[in-house]
């Protein structure tokens, strides 16, 4: 079932120099999750953070910290972003080398267990997973970058995964991320979302517009 649309502003479009302020102020803007892009310069063309800014954020924010690991391979990291206070762990089975073991590793930490797919990554790779996971994440953009123009055809593969879900009987979040303003937040939500990830649309205008702008996003 479709839960209540959620938001999960992604810090990598937050001002870097003062991140613990920054996620402070989306807290008190009313965000939900704080999607932490962790990226490696290997699976992705981009280097980010690691476990130990995570754990540096943790006092700053009592929210879920969502953290999507873009990363390979994710398992040697798995235990030190858990110890550092993350709530929600997203792999890519694009990453390798065995995503099952991931998911299974990330559950026995006592985390939540997501799977994210890239853009030409089908469906279909769930057919195996979804009875394991807690969250699937669909890439609207290739991963890498914030600030990129969501890719349309994804809406197809969200509607494909909300029939998923819905058979499954479980309780799973169906997450989207990359290139959402308030035009493909609506789409996405019609095709079955129920969170968002926003980077650009969260941060623009400074701490004092980021209110209006989740709210905006919620719809
Ligand atoms: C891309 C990241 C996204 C991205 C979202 O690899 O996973 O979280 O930063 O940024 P916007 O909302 O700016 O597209
Ligand atoms: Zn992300």
Do not use: C, W
């Amino acid at each position: 079932m479709q839960q209540p649309v959620r938001i999960a502003p992604s810090i990598l479009s937050a001002d870097f120099a003062r991140l613990g302020e920054e996620v402070g102020a989306i807290t008190a803007a009313g965000a939900d999750y704080v999607h932490v892009d962790v990226m490696d310069g290997h699976f992705v063309p981009n280097l980010t953070i690691g476990p130990m800014v995570v754990k540096a954020l943790r006092p700053h924010t009592h929210l879920v910290m969502d953290v999507h690991l873009m990363i390979s391979p994710a398992d040697p990291f798995l235990d030190a972003f858990a110890e550092a206070g993350a709530d929600i762990l997203t792999v890519h089975p694009e990453a390798g080398p065995h995503i099952h073991r991931s998911i299974q590793r990330i559950k026995a930490l006592g985390k939540k267990a997501g799977v994210s797919l890239n853009p030409g990554t089908p469906a279909k790779m769930l057919d195996y997973l979804i009875d394991d996971v807690d969250l699937v994440l669909v890439m609207s953009v290739n991963p890498g970058f914030g600030g990129q123009s969501f890719i349309t055809g994804q809406l197809k593969k969200i509607e494909a995964i909300r029939k998923m879900i819905d058979k499954s009987g479980r309780t799973i979040d169906l997450e989207v991320d990359g290139g959402i303003d308030v035009t493909t937040a609506r789409q996405a939500i019609d095709a079955g979302a129920d969170v968002l990830v926003a980077g650009t649309a969260t941060f623009r205008g400074g701490a004092d517009a980021y209110a209006a702008n989740i709210a905006r996003l919620r719809g």
